[in-house]
């Protein structure tokens, strides 16, 4: 049987209804489902353009600019990395990584918003603590937190990349950079994680935020027995490099989604096609066979609360205290202000690399495209019905 290249849409396209006559959809996985058959069609509208000089005509549609959607996130990662810019400071940065057990997974997909909120609780306490304590750096510090919820073969794996600048400002107003060649003791950080993180759930089962998995005393007592069987390992990667290498390093995460176009290398009969790692070391890659209306379980369970914010900025970073902090911090280091260059909002960026992306002719290389008329959105998308 001959494999077709495919994305995404064309998975939900191809195996959509035998999924949903099995399995109903909540609002959110509606919301995304329909965006991503919806990107750069016809449904949402666009323009018609023609090169100046050939004549060639070509239709462009909008996009869905959903964040769980693999055409929309590019754009988006550029133009929100032109807007940190102003705000990555010269020193060394570490990467830390903070996963939950897998033991958690089934609560984690009866009650996400909780469980991820108390994630983003417990290691931002986690990481501020650290910095404040005279033993470490002494000051408060400025971290960026980014969830990522899966494994490459889409399987649940709920963790916190953490970005951290190498350094703390202190309450006099002094740069405090790290004492020794690593930031905070990986052991001490993640035996504090998670102290704080079942503080957090318990108060969650105390307060009846939990769902029916922990119905009785003894179902709460085996959880908590089961998620302190291993230790909680936080990951440490080596310091990163300036400020352009930092900025790039991290835009490999921020805007990242559950699987790309280009993992998806085909359907073949009643299975997706899915490009994975082999092993986590060698770089090499291998070929997973999941079948379709597996690959959209799989896929769906990564599909974010409605407006549950995945990155966040905390310590100087702080959307509250960035402004004046960042200058304090700044000052401390003997930095000029940043260049007014950097200083570009997001929506120009959006369009300055539109235009150069778009408006040059492939065909002649010499002509620009213009709009020659509008294409109105035909929105008459079938609904998603689930089994009655």
Not at 109 to 117: G, Q, S
Request: charged share 20%; proline share 7%.
């Amino acid at each position: 049987m001959s494999v077709q290249a495919v994305g995404l849409a064309a998975v939900l396209a191809t195996f959509g209804p035998a999924y949903l006559a099995m399995k109903s959809l909540g609002c959110a996985a509606a919301r995304v489902w329909r965006a991503i058959l919806a990107c750069r069609t016809a449904i949402l509208g666009g323009h018609i353009e023609t090169c100046d000089h050939c004549g060639t005509v070509r239709h462009v549609y909008h996009s869905c600019r959903n964040r769980h959607c693999p055409q929309c996130q590019t754009r988006a990662k550029e133009a929100w990395i032109a807007a940190r810019r102003r705000e990555v400071l010269p020193v060394p940065y570490f990467h830390l990584v903070f996963t939950l057990p897998h033991d958690l997974n089934g609560l984690i997909a009866a009650a996400p918003r909780p469980l991820y909120e108390n994630l983003f609780s417990a290691v931002s306490a986690t990481l501020a603590e650290f910095a404040a304590s005279p033993r470490h750096l002494g000051g408060v510090p400025a971290f960026s937190l980014v969830l990522h919820t899966w494994k490459q073969d889409l399987g649940r794996h709920v963790h916190l990349h953490a970005l951290v600048a190498g350094g703390a400002l202190s309450p006099g107003g002094q740069w405090i950079a790290p004492k020794k060649g690593f930031l905070f003791p990986v052991r001490a950080l993640s035996r504090v994680f998670r102290g704080k993180f079942v503080a957090g759930l318990e108060a969650l089962h105390s307060a009846d935020r939990l769902p029916g998995l922990l119905a009785t005393p003894a179902d709460w007592r085996r959880l908590k027995q089961r998620i302190h069987v291993h230790d909680w390992v936080v990951y440490a990667k080596q310091p990163l490099g300036g400020p352009e290498a930092v900025l790039e390093y991290l835009g490999r995460y921020t805007h990242r989604v559950a699987v790309s176009n280009e993992r998806i290398l085909g359907i073949d009969g009643n299975d997706v096609l899915l490009r994975v790692r082999a092993d986590p070391t060698s770089g090499k890659k291998r070929t997973l066979r999941v079948p379709g209306t597996e690959f959209i379980d799989r896929f769906l369970q990564h599909v974010l609360p409605a407006g549950f914010k995945r990155i966040r900025h905390y310590g100087l970073l702080s959307p509250a205290r960035k402004k004046d902090a960042l200058a304090a911090a700044r000052a401390a280091l003997n930095l000029p202000p940043p260049e007014p260059a950097l200083i570009e909002s997001v929506a120009d960026f959006i369009q300055r690399v539109a235009r150069i992306e778009q408006a040059r002719c492939p065909h002649c290389g010499i002509g620009e495209f213009r709009v020659v008329a509008t294409l109105l959105p035909q929105r008459d998308q079938p609904k998603l019905r689930g089994p009655p």
